[in-house]
């Protein structure tokens, strides 16, 4: 059972360095877009700045996940979604600049952060069923038992990712006319 544990608690851990991996990834591409659109969009200087500053932000972050609370993973989570929101408010300012989205450049990160969302969104589902897992595994019995005989309070359950709030409500989309 203990080994068991270890195991679960372990692929738990890996899958959250993945989702880490990602999130770095996407943080090492957004300089890249932001350089380009500067050379296309000098004067959209507030959305490139808070592009720059929330990039800041969301690198700075650091969770310990064997000690992981599910406020530090909120906080993680709402700072990595104030990032995604800037690099939708810049490619809404894209838009108003044909040369820029004409630019293979630009194009090219464009496709490579998008499918870098697909990526932590996959690294996130991953984590969370891996944390699942683990958390059922130490608090099932006789598992349960056992591990607060053996080692009281070494393995804790790691929280998951929740909805950002909000979520729970369609997008209203009104065309106009």
């Not at 909120?74 to 690099?87: A, F, G, R, W």
């Amino acid at each position: 059972m203990y080994n068991g544990a270890i195991a679960k608690k372990n692929a738990t851990l890996g899958s959250w360095s993945e989702v880490q991996n990602q999130y770095q990834r996407r943080a090492d591409l957004v300089p890249n877009l932001v350089e380009i659109v500067k050379g296309y969009a000098a004067h959209e200087r507030e959305v490139l700045e808070a592009v720059t500053e929330a990039r800041a932000k969301a690198v700075q972050i650091n969770i310990d996940p064997d000690n992981m609370t599910p406020e530090q993973l909120t906080q993680y989570q709402t700072v990595q979604n104030k990032l995604s929101q800037e690099v939708s408010r810049l490619f809404l300012v894209a838009e108003n600049y044909p040369q820029l989205r004409a630019s293979e450049n630009f194009l090219s990160l464009q496709s490579q952060l998008g499918e870098t969302e697909n990526r932590i969104a996959h690294a996130r589902s991953s984590f969370i069923e891996a944390a699942r897992d683990y958390k059922t595994y130490i608090e099932s019995f006789p598992t349960n038992v056992t591990l607060g005989v053996i080692v009281p309070g070494k393995f804790k359950p790691i929280p998951f990712f929740e909805a950002s709030p909000g979520t729970e409500k369609a997008p209203e989309i009104k065309f106009r006319n």
